[in-house]
T-cell receptor
């Protein structure tokens, strides 16, 4: 079985400061990891994914994430936060090599960037 | 390319009724997945269709069903609605392959009274 944990329901950061949204995962095989963002009354927007290769993945809107196999983590980061980054962020995992295509999502982290 | 579209965007139904939601995937995408999002349970997988066949199913009662047409468009149906079915229903499409990204539509907000 696969699972994702986002230990922080809420993250507050001042505009211009770096931000980190934490994610840890559990899968039987190799993980395929994804980050999505959701704005109010909207669907999920894809930010970035890790499949294989370089542990540092760069995505949309200046976001990046670091895959750490030993810590089973895939934390989302941005060097300088914007007020417009305020939204709900979801980490998701799929087991690579498995037949299942569905994503298993974390519970989400509400990011608030304070002006 | 146009994104994933879902219709209707909002629905109000009463208990016991049934509802059908529609999803049109991104052109060329043959895999369509459905998810339910609620404040209490978060995002939960309902089912996935590929080439008109249900490939995977989540842990939902049989009142939840779906289908996919030859043009990859998909519908999901919920019969005998319960108050707890009130949720945002999200459809996602992707190319075939476990490495492929799922792209989500805006969702259908269902309110059951």
């Amino acid at each position: 079985a696969q699972s994702v944990a986002q230990p922080e329901d809420q993250v507050n950061v001042a505009e211009g400061n770096p931000l980190t949204v934490k994610c840890t995962y559990s899968v039987s095989g190799n993980p395929y990891l994804f980050w999505y963002v959701q704005y109010p009354n909207r669907g999920l927007q894809f930010l970035l994914k890790y499949i294989t290769g370089d542990n540092l993945v760069k995505g949309s809107y200046g976001f990046e994430a670091e895959f750490n196999k030993s810590q089973t983590s895939f934390h989302l980061k941005k060097p300088s936060a914007l007020v417009s980054d305020s939204a709900l962020y979801f980490c998701a995992v799929r087991e690579g090599g498995g037949s299942a295509r569905q994503l298993t999502f974390g519970s989400g982290t509400q990011l608030t960037v304070l002006p | 390319k146009a994104g994933v579209t879902q219709t209707p965007r909002y629905l109000i139904k009463t208990r016991g009724q049934q509802v059908t939601l529609s999803c049109s995937p991104i052109s060329g995408h043959r895999s369509v997945s459905w998810y339910q999002q609620t404040p209490g349970q978060g995002l939960q997988f309902l089912f996935e269709y590929f080439s008109e066949t249900q490939r995977n199913k989540g842990n939902f009662p049989g009142r939840f069903s779906g289908r996919q047409f030859s043009n990859s468009r998909s519908e999901m149906n919920v019969s005998t609605l319960e108050l707890g079915d009130s949720a945002l229903y999200l459809c996602a499409s992707s190319l075939e392959g476990a490495m492929e990204t799922q792209y989500f539509g805006p969702g259908t907000r269902l309110l059951v009274l």
